[in-house]
């Protein structure tokens, strides 16, 4: 694991990237979970919260059933008290049915490189295969979708991306809880467009919104 890939950013965005640590951490965990059952599936919907990094941090599955997973991560610290989660719910096409079981009947289907220095320039984003492979490599990632042609860009990943942009920082605030519905499955190298509004974040290409964030009212 090359740990400089993310301390790098300490020192230039301070407590926002102690808080993604914490994010990285929570996405690590999932690992447990790369025996190969869950090749092929895609994130339906997140949910989080991060306060910073865990002294300890523990997976579980929450629902199973064929073609569809719910697993939680839960991160705590040095009394082993609960500081952060992190729960994805997994489905995977053609198995349950074509539509998302999460989405509300909306339809899944399946359908550079981000310049570091301006991550604000012009409201899009771009995530092309070597930051994936590097991104996979340090959570351990091995779903095969997210390799090779028509490959899939990790969810969790474009959270990561989300969450270090300057300009969404007032929306990415400390101690609050975040809800994520993904609606399409988005294809590496697509530039997406960033819609940001005091109640949620939209991933948008012309008409088809790949995925909306709002906060959560606990």
């Known amino acids: 694991m090359n740990v400089n890939w993310y ?23 999932l690992a447990a979970y790369n025996d190969g059952m869950f090749d092929g599936y895609v994130i339906a919907k997140v ?34 008290n609960e500081t952060g989660f992190l729960q994805i719910t997994l489905w995977k096409p053609g198995e349950v ?36 492979d590097h991104y996979l490599n340090l959570v351990q990632d091995t779903n095969p979708i997210h390799r090779g042609r028509n490959a899939i860009v990790p969810g969790l990943y474009v959270l990561y991306e989300l969450q270090r942009r300057k300009s969404l920082q007032e929306f990415f605030t400390e101690h609050a809880s975040y809800e ?31 995925f909306t964030i709002h906060k959560r009212v606990e």
């Open 7 to 29: 301390d790098s950013y300490r020192l230039t965005f301070g407590w926002e990237v102690w808080k993604l640590n914490g994010f990285l951490q929570l996405v690590k965990a």
């Open 180 to 210: 994520t519905a993904f609606h399409q499955p988005l294809p590496v190298g697509v530039c997406c467009r960033i819609e940001a509004k005091d109640d949620g974040v939209r991933l948008v290409v012309t008409d088809t919104t790949y």
């Open 97 to 132: 049915s074509k539509k998302c079981p999460e989405q509300e009947g909306t339809p899944c289907d399946l359908v550079q490189r981000m310049p570091e220095d301006h991550l604000d320039a012009d409201g899009t984003i771009t995530i092309a295969q070597e930051q994936v």
């Open 47 to 80: 949910l989080w919260n991060v306060s910073g990094e865990y002294a300890y941090v523990e997976a579980a599955m929450i629902k199973q059933k064929p073609g569809y997973a719910v697993i939680r991560v839960t991160g705590r610290n040095q009394d082993k």
